[in-house]
C-alpha cells in the first residue's frame, strides 16, 4: 500500500484531492486535521495533525509514502515546515504554494515557505495557483456578501486573475504524489484565461441572475482590522493582485493532467443556485 498523507484534508484542494485518491487501489489515504471527528468522508483514516503542535508531525509522517503539503498561513510557517521535515526528509513533499512565488525576493515568508520544502525534503513538487475559484462558492470568503448584498470586495486596480478550479489543482497533486517523474518540477497552475474582476462580476451576475458588483476598494480599506503580520500579508497579496501578478496563464494543468483547465463561467454556472439570494437574506 501506498500511504499518502494529507494535511489539510478539509480544505478546498484536500478535500477533493483525498475524493480522487479513495478507492484508488493500493493507495491508503491518512487526512491531517486538529480535529479526526470532523473528517466524515469514508476511506480517510484522519491522524492528529496541528501546526501549532510540533509534536503531532512525527506521527502523523510515520510510515508516509508521499505527503501533500498545504502551506499552513502562519508567520513560522517557514521554521515550523522544516521542522517537520526534518523528521522524515526521504519522504516526498508536493506542497501548494501560490503563482508568482519564483519572481518574489528570496526573504519573502512565501519564498521562505518553499525554501524550507527545497532544501529539506529530498524529493519535492511545488503547485503554484492562482486564485481558487472556490472564493465565489465559500462563505469565508464571498459567497455569502455575493448572496445577500449582491457585491463582492476585492483589490485589483484593473489587472485580470487567472482563476482555477481546485479540482484541476487536485488533479495535478494526484499525479504529483503517486508519480516520481514530477519530482523537482514546479507548475503553474491557472486557469484557460485572465478574468478582470468587471467581467468576472458579469458572469456571477448571469449566473444569479440578478446583478452582482465588483467593489475595487482600496487595500488599506480591506485590510483594515487587521494587524501586524496578517495584515502585511494580506496587503502584500492584495498589491501582487493589483500588478497583474495573478494574470498569467499557463498550460500547466493540460500538460500534467492530460485534460483542460476549466474556465471561470463554466464554474459559476454549475454553481448558479449559490448566488441566488435566499428569502431571508432579503431581511
Request: charged share 25%.
Amino acid at each position: 500500500m501506498t500511504r499518502v498523507l494529507l494535511t489539510g484534508v478539509r480544505g478546498k484542494t484536500g478535500s477533493e484531492l483525498a475524493r480522487r485518491l479513495v478507492g484508488r487501489p493500493g493507495i491508503e489515504v491518512v487526512g491531517g486535521t486538529r480535529d479526526p471527528r470532523r473528517v466524515a468522508r469514508a476511506g480517510v483514516t484522519a491522524v492528529v495533525f496541528d501546526w501549532d503542535d510540533p509534536g503531532t508531525g512525527a506521527a502523523a509522517l510515520e510510515g508516509a509514502d508521499a505527503v501533500y503539503l498545504v502551506r499552513p498561513d502562519i508567520e513560522n510557517a517557514p521554521e515550523r515546515i522544516a521542522s517537520l521535515l526534518a523528521d522524515a526528509p526521504h519522504v516526498p513533499i508536493v506542497l501548494l504554494s501560490e503563482l508568482g512565488a519564483g519572481n518574489l525576493d528570496s526573504s519573502s515568508w512565501v519564498a521562505r515557505v518553499e525554501r524550507a520544502v527545497t532544501e529539506h525534503a529530498r524529493h519535492w513538487t511545488l503547485l503554484r495557483p492562482s486564485w481558487f475559484m472556490q472564493v465565489f462558492t465559500d462563505q469565508r470568503f464571498y459567497r455569502d456578501a455575493i448572496r445577500r448584498d449582491g457585491r463582492f470586495v476585492l483589490p485589483a486596480g484593473g489587472a485580470g486573475i487567472s482563476w482555477i478550479d481546485a479540482r484541476d489543482i487536485a488533479a495535478v497533486a494526484e499525479r504529483a504524489l503517486l508519480d516520481s517523474a514530477h519530482a523537482g518540477h514546479v507548475y503553474a497552475l491557472t486557469g484557460p484565461e485572465a478574468v478582470d474582476l468587471p467581467a468576472t462580476a458579469k458572469l456571477l451576475s448571469s449566473a444569479a441572475g440578478r446583478t452582482v458588483e465588483h467593489d475595487d476598494a482600496p487595500v488599506a480599506d480591506v485590510i483594515a482590522g487587521l494587524n501586524g503580520w496578517d495584515a502585511q500579508i494580506a496587503a502584500d497579496v492584495y498589491e501582487r493582485v493589483r500588478a497583474g501578478a495573478f494574470a498569467a496563464v499557463t498550460d500547466d494543468v493540460t500538460r500534467v493532467t492530460g485534460m483542460p483547465a476549466r474556465p471561470l463561467e463554466a464554474f459559476v454556472t454549475e454553481h448558479a443556485k449559490l448566488f441566488a439570494r435566499r428569502a431571508r437574506d432579503a431581511r
